[in-house]
């Protein structure tokens, strides 16, 4: 049984930051790739932010230069470092876990983000 459990969410101010964290049953060296998704109302669920086994980050375009995904071995636990937030930044936020061999994907609960203008 895998579980990811996120945490971090919460209501702030436009301009403001938050980090998520996102602990995992799994040691991350187990793991093909990890990233987060968020899905805001009425919108489908969209990447965010990517980082594959071998280092390497992906980000949307629309996050760029403000979000940071990281990882930290030893804990088990995957971040997303949100600076600068906006009003459209809104939504709930996934973890995911894709792990190896088999490329099972794995979604954690979900933490609300609110940024309020």
């Known amino acids: 049984q895998v579980q990811l459990v996120e945490s971090g969410g919460g209501l702030v101010q436009a301009g403001g930051s938050l980090r998520l964290s996102c602990v995992t049953s799994?040691?991350?060296?187990?793991?093909?790739?990890m990233g987060w998704y968020r899905q805001a109302p009425g919108k489908q669920r969209e990447l965010v932010a990517l980082l594959t086994v071998d280092g390497n980050t992906s980000y949307a375009d629309s996050i760029k230069d403000r979000f940071t995904i990281s990882r930290d071995n030893a804990k088990n636990t995957i971040y997303l470092q949100m600076n600068s937030l906006k009003p459209e930044d809104t939504a709930v936020y996934y973890c995911t876990i894709v792990i190896l061999p088999n490329s099972y994907r794995y979604w954690g609960q979900g933490t609300q983000v609110t940024v309020s203008s």
């Open positions: 799994r040691s991350l060296y187990s793991l093909k790739s």
